[in-house]
């Protein structure tokens, strides 16, 4: 039996995530800042292998209280983040600053506060980044793409201090599926056109290279992009 943490676990990607792992007969531990009546009905759907945990990634010391509860982890995805759209001349230094706070700083708390249960399992971290790292969005993105560029180059050099004990992953994801995004949304005509496969993202996708990284003991340092082809296109 593994253990594993999820933050941001009622998104539409961490809720994929939750359920691969669930699948394989993990406790999954998934964590909400605001969405609980969201958690306890996934805890509903996927049954008491998840465990709904509070936790605040801006908030060093609702972190440190989950991993003072935890017995053991072998797995933590970061996985919460924000976004938000504002060209270069509508930013304000305040804006930069929340999504920073999460997308960022909110993950480097979380491995400060999880690397002694994952040294101690010989654990792995799967950090979710973005295509964005790579390449721009549509525009008015470029503090979020910023923040998705240091998780990736946060990914390399974490894998690098906490070798060889914990392994460190990054996934960077597409666009994903979403209902906002019907068939007559423009972004998601842009995403189909450039991608060589045409489609959207799938998060049961992305959460299957997930659970690759997170089981695959000689993966770390590695960023994989699962894209549909979208930055090869
Ligand atoms: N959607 C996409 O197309 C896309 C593409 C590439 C990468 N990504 C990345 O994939 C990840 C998941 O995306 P998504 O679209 O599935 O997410 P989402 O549906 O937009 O939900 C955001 C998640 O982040 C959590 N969160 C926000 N602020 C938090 C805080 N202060 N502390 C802890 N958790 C917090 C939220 O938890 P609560 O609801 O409980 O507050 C929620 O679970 C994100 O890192 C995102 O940047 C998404």
């Known amino acids: 039996m593994k253990y594993v943490l999820v933050s941001g676990g009622t998104s539409t990607l961490g809720k994929a995530i939750c359920k691969l792992f669930i699948a394989e007969e993990q406790t999954v531990y998934c964590a909400y800042s605001s969405s609980e009546q969201k958690a306890l009905e996934l805890q509903q759907e996927l049954g008491p292998l998840l465990k709904p945990v509070f936790l605040d990634v801006r908030d060093q010391s609702s972190i440190d209280t989950v991993a003072s509860q935890l017995t053991s982890l072998d797995v933590l995805v970061n996985n919460s983040g924000i976004f938000s759209v504002y060209p270069v001349e509508e930013l304000s230094t305040a804006e930069i600053q929340r999504i920073f706070d999460v997308n960022v700083t909110g993950l480097m708390r979380m491995v400060k506060a999880m690397a002694p249960l994952l040294q101690a399992s010989k654990g792995s971290i799967v950090n979710i980044a973005s295509i964005n790292a790579f390449h721009p969005g549509f525009g008015g993105t470029s503090h979020y ?36 995004l019907d068939e007559t949304n ?7 056109e450039r991608s060589l496969l045409g489609s959207l993202v799938d998060a049961d996708q992305v959460a299957l290279v997930v659970q690759l990284l997170a089981n695959c003991s000689a993966m770390t340092a590695e960023v994989v992009t699962v894209d549909s082809g979208y930055l090869a296109g």
Do not use: M
């Open 145 to 180: 793409d910023a923040s998705k560029g240091a998780v990736v180059s946060y990914t390399k050099s974490l894998a690098s201090e906490l070798a060889p004990h914990v392994r460190v992953n990054a996934v960077a994801p597409g666009l994903l599926k979403a209902p906002y």
């Open 186 to 192: 423009a972004l998601r005509k842009l995403y189909e």
